[in-house]
C-alpha cells in the first residue's frame, strides 16, 4: 500500500485539475501508488491573495469530484490574510472534503499568525503541511527552515506537524525536528540522496518518516527509490510508504465517513 | 530481465557524508542484484584530491578486482601541471575506454582553450569523454564547498575544435533544456538518465533527443541506484527504446 503525502497538478498537460489527475493516475498506477495528496500547481502562487488561494483550492475541489477514490485534498492558504485563511479551512476542510493544510513560502511559520491556523487545523483533526528548505545557496525571504518549524511545532503539541521536504538539507532537518514527537519528516522533493531515509528512521524511528513525491516536478521514481533503496527493515518500508499516513489521517477519515 | 550498463557510477568516498554502497564490494554486489551487467566508475576522490594520478592508479586497481564489471574513468585536471601524462597514462597503462571531467571542482570553464585542447587529445587517442555538470543540488551543498554547476553553453564552441570527439554529460538535465540541450543531441553529445526528473521523465527526454544518445546511468552510490531503475519502469518505452537505452547505446559509445 502506497499513498504520497506530496502531489501538485504540475508536470502533465491538461486544462482542467480533473484531466491532469487522470495523467498523474496513470503515473501512479505504473508505480502502484494508490493514494496521492494533491494541492496546487494549475498555476504556482508564492504569495496567494485570499482570491488567488481560494482558486487553487477550488482547483483541489474539482479534482477530486472525479477523484476522491484516489486523492486526498489539502487547502493552501497565506497566513498573511488570517481572517481568510481560516474560513478557507473551514469551507474546504470543516464543511468540505479536505483532510489538511498547506503552508507554503509566503510567511515565515514562526509567527504567531500560523497560530490559529494551527490550532482551527487540529481542532478538525486535520493535518498541517509546512514547507520547509534550508538552502546552502540562500532562502527565500520568508521561507521557512525546518528550525522554525520546531519552533512553531514546540507551541503546538496537540497538532500533527509534517516537514516538507525534511528541509533539503535533511542532515539537518531530522536533527531540527528530532525533538517534536507531533513532527513527521515528509521525503519528497529533494534528490534521490542515498542515506536519506536511513538516518531518518535512526533518529525519528520509521513512524515519523512518511513518503512524499512532489510530482509532477518530481518522478515518482526517484522519490519512492529513496524508500524502497534503502538499508531498512521491509516493515519500516511499509511505515513510511504508507501506514504512517494512514494512522494520521484515519481520525479525520473516519469523521467524514471515507471507508478505507 | 533487461541487462542495464549502468554508465554512471562513482568509487571510494563522498567528501561529506558516508553513503551506505561506499565501499566497493558492497556496490557492485548490489549494483549486479538488480541486473546491472557492467559499471563505468569514475572516483570521488577526483574532485578534490591534486594527486590526480594516484587517483587513477587506485580506481584501476580497484577495477581489476572486478574485471569485465567494473570499468575504470580515470580523471583529467586540465589546471594541474603535467595533466598531459595523466591523460596518456589512463589511456596507455590503465587502458580505459574514456575519462570523467569535473570542470566546476578543477575551476576552468568550457570556453577555456585548455579545455578544447583536451578534448582535441582524447578525440585523437579515441578514448570517450565523460563530462560531469554537476554532482549534487547546489541548495544541499555543504557550507564551505558551494560549487556551482557547469555552464555548459560554451560547449558546442569548444567541440568544434575536437572533431569526432566521443561526449557523454553526466547528471545534466537539471542545468541543461531548450535549445542548447538539442544542439548538442545533434551535435553527438550523449546523455544518462541520473538526474532526469518529472513524471514520465525519460519518455519526455526520448520526445526531445535521438533515442541513441541517452544512456542509463544512477549517479550511484551518491544517489539511490533504484532510482534511475524505476524511471524506466515508469516512463511507457517501447522495447526497442528500452534495449537501447539500456544497453545498446552505451556499448556503442566506447566501441570507438
Ligand atoms: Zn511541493
Redesign the pocket.
Same mark, same amino acid.
Given at each position: 500500500m502506497i499513498w504520497d503525502l @506530496?502531489c @501538485?497538478f504540475s508536470g502533465v498537460s491538461g486544462k482542467t485539475p480533473q484531466e491532469r489527475m487522470a495523467q498523474l493516475i496513470g503515473f501512479a498506477d505504473r508505480m502502484g501508488v494508490e493514494r496521492l495528496c494533491v494541492y496546487m500547481g494549475m498555476s504556482w502562487s508564492r504569495d496567494p491573495s485570499p482570491e488567488e488561494f481560494r482558486k487553487q483550492n477550488d482547483d483541489v475541489l474539482q479534482a477530486l469530484k472525479d477523484w476522491s477514490h484516489r486523492a486526498f485534498g489539502f487547502v493552501y492558504v497565506n497566513a498573511k490574510h488570517v481572517q481568510e485563511s481560516l474560513e478557507e479551512i473551514n469551507r474546504c476542510i470543516g464543511d468540505g472534503p479536505m483532510v489538511g493544510v498547506k503552508l507554503w513560502v509566503a510567511h515565515n511559520c514562526r509567527s504567531e499568525e500560523l497560530d490559529p491556523i494551527v490550532r482551527r487545523t487540529a481542532e478538525l483533526k486535520a493535518v498541517i503541511f509546512q514547507h520547509t528548505w534550508l538552502k546552502t545557496d540562500g532562502q527565500e525571504p520568508a521561507e521557512s527552515t525546518p528550525m522554525d518549524l520546531a519552533q512553531l511545532a514546540s507551541r503546538h503539541p496537540e497538532a500533527t506537524i509534517l516537514c516538507g521536504h525534511t528541509g533539503g538539507n535533511w542532515e539537518i532537518g531530522i536533527r531540527a525536528i528530532r525533538p517534536f514527537r507531533n513532527v513527521f519528516a515528509d521525503t519528497g522533493?529533494g534528490d534521490p540522496a542515498a542515506g536519506f531515509v536511513e538516518m531518518a528512521v535512526r533518529e525519528l524511528g520509521a513512524e515519523r518518516v512518511i513518503f512524499g513525491s512532489?510530482i509532477g516536478g518530481r518522478s515518482f521514481a526517484s522519490q519512492l527509490a529513496k524508500v524502497v533503496g534503502a538499508d531498512i527493515p521491509e516493515a519500516s518500508k511499509k511505515l513510511i510508504l504508507g501506514e504512517n499516513l494512514k494512522r494520521l489521517l484515519t481520525p479525520i477519515l473516519r469523521e467524514k465517513g471515507v471507508r478505507l | 530481465m533487461q541487462p542495464l550498463i549502468d554508465t554512471h557510477i562513482h568509487l571510494s568516498r563522498w567528501p561529506c557524508r558516508r553513503l551506505p554502497l561506499d565501499e566497493t564490494p558492497s556496490l557492485v554486489e548490489a549494483l549486479q542484484s538488480q541486473g546491472v551487467v557492467q559499471a563505468w566508475a569514475g572516483s570521488f576522490d577526483a574532485l578534490l584530491h591534486n594527486d590526480i594520478a594516484g587517483v587513477n592508479g587506485r580506481l584501476a586497481e580497484e577495477c581489476r578486482r572486478h574485471a569485465s564489471f567494473l570499468i575504470p574513468f580515470g580523471s583529467v585536471n586540465p589546471m594541474l601541471p603535467d595533466w598531459q601524462e595523466d591523460l596518456r597514462r589512463c589511456h596507455e597503462q590503465f587502458r580505459m575506454p574514456g575519462i570523467r571531467l569535473h570542470p566546476n571542482y578543477h575551476g576552468y570553464r568550457l570556453d577555456d582553450p585548455v579545455f578544447g585542447e583536451l578534448l582535441r587529445l582524447c578525440a585523437e587517442r579515441k578514448l570517450a569523454v565523460q563530462l560531469s555538470a554537476l554532482m549534487e543540488d547546489k541548495r544541499v551543498q555543504h557550507r564551505l564547498l558551494p560549487v556551482p554547476p557547469v555552464d555548459l553553453a560554451p560547449l558546442p564552441e569548444a567541440m568544434k575544435r575536437a572533431p569526432g570527439v566521443k561526449l557523454q554529460l553526466l547528471n545534466a538535465f537539471q542545468v541543461l533544456r531548450g535549445e542548447l540541450l538539442l544542439r548538442l543531441a545533434a551535435a553527438g553529445v550523449c546523455f544518462e538518465t541520473a538526474t532526469i526528473e518529472g513524471v514520465g521523465g525519460v519518455h519526455k527526454v526520448l520526445g526531445q533527443i535521438p533515442q541513441e544518445r541517452l544512456l542509463f546511468g544512477s549517479h550511484a552510490p551518491f544517489f539511490v541506484f533504484e532510482s534511475a531503475k524505476l524511471k524506466l519502469a515508469e516512463s511507457d518505452l517501447t522495447a526497442e527504446q528500452m534495449k537501447a537505452v539500456c544497453e545498446e547505446n552505451a556499448r556503442r559509445f566506447i566501441s570507438l
Amino acid at each position: 500500500m502506497i499513498w504520497d503525502l @506530496h502531489c @501538485h497538478f504540475s508536470g502533465v498537460s491538461g486544462k482542467t485539475p480533473q484531466e491532469r489527475m487522470a495523467q498523474l493516475i496513470g503515473f501512479a498506477d505504473r508505480m502502484g501508488v494508490e493514494r496521492l495528496c494533491v494541492y496546487m500547481g494549475m498555476s504556482w502562487s508564492r504569495d496567494p491573495s485570499p482570491e488567488e488561494f481560494r482558486k487553487q483550492n477550488d482547483d483541489v475541489l474539482q479534482a477530486l469530484k472525479d477523484w476522491s477514490h484516489r486523492a486526498f485534498g489539502f487547502v493552501y492558504v497565506n497566513a498573511k490574510h488570517v481572517q481568510e485563511s481560516l474560513e478557507e479551512i473551514n469551507r474546504c476542510i470543516g464543511d468540505g472534503p479536505m483532510v489538511g493544510v498547506k503552508l507554503w513560502v509566503a510567511h515565515n511559520c514562526r509567527s504567531e499568525e500560523l497560530d490559529p491556523i494551527v490550532r482551527r487545523t487540529a481542532e478538525l483533526k486535520a493535518v498541517i503541511f509546512q514547507h520547509t528548505w534550508l538552502k546552502t545557496d540562500g532562502q527565500e525571504p520568508a521561507e521557512s527552515t525546518p528550525m522554525d518549524l520546531a519552533q512553531l511545532a514546540s507551541r503546538h503539541p496537540e497538532a500533527t506537524i509534517l516537514c516538507g521536504h525534511t528541509g533539503g538539507n535533511w542532515e539537518i532537518g531530522i536533527r531540527a525536528i528530532r525533538p517534536f514527537r507531533n513532527v513527521f519528516a515528509d521525503t519528497g522533493g529533494g534528490d534521490p540522496a542515498a542515506g536519506f531515509v536511513e538516518m531518518a528512521v535512526r533518529e525519528l524511528g520509521a513512524e515519523r518518516v512518511i513518503f512524499g513525491s512532489d510530482i509532477g516536478g518530481r518522478s515518482f521514481a526517484s522519490q519512492l527509490a529513496k524508500v524502497v533503496g534503502a538499508d531498512i527493515p521491509e516493515a519500516s518500508k511499509k511505515l513510511i510508504l504508507g501506514e504512517n499516513l494512514k494512522r494520521l489521517l484515519t481520525p479525520i477519515l473516519r469523521e467524514k465517513g471515507v471507508r478505507l | 530481465m533487461q541487462p542495464l550498463i549502468d554508465t554512471h557510477i562513482h568509487l571510494s568516498r563522498w567528501p561529506c557524508r558516508r553513503l551506505p554502497l561506499d565501499e566497493t564490494p558492497s556496490l557492485v554486489e548490489a549494483l549486479q542484484s538488480q541486473g546491472v551487467v557492467q559499471a563505468w566508475a569514475g572516483s570521488f576522490d577526483a574532485l578534490l584530491h591534486n594527486d590526480i594520478a594516484g587517483v587513477n592508479g587506485r580506481l584501476a586497481e580497484e577495477c581489476r578486482r572486478h574485471a569485465s564489471f567494473l570499468i575504470p574513468f580515470g580523471s583529467v585536471n586540465p589546471m594541474l601541471p603535467d595533466w598531459q601524462e595523466d591523460l596518456r597514462r589512463c589511456h596507455e597503462q590503465f587502458r580505459m575506454p574514456g575519462i570523467r571531467l569535473h570542470p566546476n571542482y578543477h575551476g576552468y570553464r568550457l570556453d577555456d582553450p585548455v579545455f578544447g585542447e583536451l578534448l582535441r587529445l582524447c578525440a585523437e587517442r579515441k578514448l570517450a569523454v565523460q563530462l560531469s555538470a554537476l554532482m549534487e543540488d547546489k541548495r544541499v551543498q555543504h557550507r564551505l564547498l558551494p560549487v556551482p554547476p557547469v555552464d555548459l553553453a560554451p560547449l558546442p564552441e569548444a567541440m568544434k575544435r575536437a572533431p569526432g570527439v566521443k561526449l557523454q554529460l553526466l547528471n545534466a538535465f537539471q542545468v541543461l533544456r531548450g535549445e542548447l540541450l538539442l544542439r548538442l543531441a545533434a551535435a553527438g553529445v550523449c546523455f544518462e538518465t541520473a538526474t532526469i526528473e518529472g513524471v514520465g521523465g525519460v519518455h519526455k527526454v526520448l520526445g526531445q533527443i535521438p533515442q541513441e544518445r541517452l544512456l542509463f546511468g544512477s549517479h550511484a552510490p551518491f544517489f539511490v541506484f533504484e532510482s534511475a531503475k524505476l524511471k524506466l519502469a515508469e516512463s511507457d518505452l517501447t522495447a526497442e527504446q528500452m534495449k537501447a537505452v539500456c544497453e545498446e547505446n552505451a556499448r556503442r559509445f566506447i566501441s570507438l
